[in-house]
C-alpha cells in the first residue's frame, strides 16, 4: 500500500466519524492510496485499470444498497474488485456474500453489461472494467454487512434519485435498468 499523493509506503489505516482514512509518515491523509498488489488490473493508455464487479439484487419494486464507511463513502450496490485469476462470476457471489451475507442464489444471477467507465476507487485506480450481474429474489433474505458498510437498505426505484450514489451505481441501476439520467 503507498500513499497516493507522495508514493511513501508507510501507511496507518485511521477511522474519523466513522469513515476509513489513510495516513503515510508524510502525514498526507487521504481517503484513497495505491494498491494494486493481489488485484486483476492492466495498463491502458497510461492509465491503471481494475477490473471489477458488481451486482444489482432487487426484491419486488426495491433494490439493495450498502451505505459505505470505505470510500466512495456514498450508497453502492455490492461490488468490489477482481482478485488475481478470480473469474468474475465467482468474485460477484464473493462480493455478494462478503457484503451482504447472501450465500444461497448464485446459480440465480444474470451478467447485465460488461465495460469501462471513470470511477476513482481507494485503491488508487481512477478506471474500472466492470463486469455487472443480476440477481431478483422473491423475498428479502436475511442481510449483514461487513466493515465496508455502515450498514444495508432497500430503497424503490423513486428514492434512488435522492440518494448519494457511487458513479458506478448511478450508471448500473439509475441509467441501465431504469433509463434515468
Known amino acids: 500500500m503507498k500513499c497516493i499523493e507522495c508514493n ?3 501507511i496507518e489505516s485511521m477511522n474519523e466519524d466513522g469513515v476509513e482514512l489513510y495516513k503515510c509518515s508524510n502525514n498526507h491523509v487521504n481517503r484513497r492510496m ?3 498488489q493481489g488485484l486483476e488490473y492492466y495498463e491502458q493508455e497510461g492509465e491503471t ?3 471489477s464487479v458488481g451486482i444489482i439484487v432487487t426484491c419486488k419494486n426495491e433494490v439493495l444498497l450498502l451505505d459505505r464507511r470505505k470510500y466512495p463513502t456514498k450508497h453502492s450496490i455490492p461490488a468490489g474488485h477482481l482478485e488475481e485469476g478470480e473469474d468474475p462470476s465467482k468474485a460477484a457471489i464473493r462480493e455478494l456474500e462478503e457484503e451482504t451475507g447472501i450465500d444461497s442464489f448464485s446459480d440465480d444471477i444474470s451478467k447485465v ?3 469501462k467507465i471513470k470511477d476513482a476507487c481507494r485503491r488508487g485506480s481512477d478506471f474500472h472494467d466492470w463486469s455487472l450481474y443480476k440477481l431478483r429474489v422473491d423475498e428479502k433474505p436475511d442481510l449483514s454487512s461487513n ?3 455502515k450498514g444495508l437498505v432497500w430503497k424503490r426505484e423513486s428514492q434512488l434519485e435522492d440518494i448519494d450514489l457511487t458513479v458506478p451505481t448511478k450508471k448500473f441501476i439509475l441509467e441501465e435498468e431504469y433509463g434515468i439520467k
Do not use: L, M, Q
Request: hydrophobic share 25%.
Open 34 to 36: 495505491i494498491k494494486n
Open 113 to 115: 453489461f460488461r465495460g
Open 8 to 10: 511513501d509506503s508507510d
Open 147 to 149: 466493515d465496508e458498510a
Open 49 to 51: 485499470v481494475h477490473r
